[in-house]
């Protein structure tokens, strides 16, 4: 049996420029519906987007879908969210402000160690 594929995603992208956000989330949950290990990271301007609310109020574009859909998509499919927690302090945020989903706040070494273990490592 052949050992199931991991993929990081790294979401440095966040709520100011919206039209990036959707594109690691497609990705991220084929991967995961491929049966592989998908996780993504937030880290920079991305920590604003596991904002409590803020994917809720931000659209891709006008009369478009919320983030938040694309959000919980990733999550109902099985991936794996964690954020920085140096990005956090660049956006004005505590690990309490995250939603919910966020399984864990990583540092810098933990990302490496990620990236050194995955298959697939992207970048948004």
Do not use: W, Y
């Amino acid at each position: 049996m052949e050992d199931q594929k991991k993929v990081l995603i790294i979401q440095t992208s966040g709520l100011k420029t919206p039209e990036r956000i959707p594109a690691p989330f497609f990705i991220a949950t084929t991967a995961a519906a491929m049966d592989m290990d998908a996780t993504v990271v937030f880290t920079m301007q991305g920590a604003s987007i596991v904002r409590k609310g803020a994917a809720e109020r931000t659209r891709i574009k006008e009369g478009g879908a919320s983030i938040s859909s694309f959000l919980e998509q990733a999550i109902e499919g099985g991936v794996k969210l964690m954020v920085c927690h140096q990005a956090l302090d660049l956006v004005g945020m505590e690990p309490d402000d995250c939603i919910d989903a966020v399984n864990e706040v990583v540092g810098a070494a933990a990302m490496l160690d990620m990236a050194m273990d995955s298959d697939i490592v992207l970048t948004f």
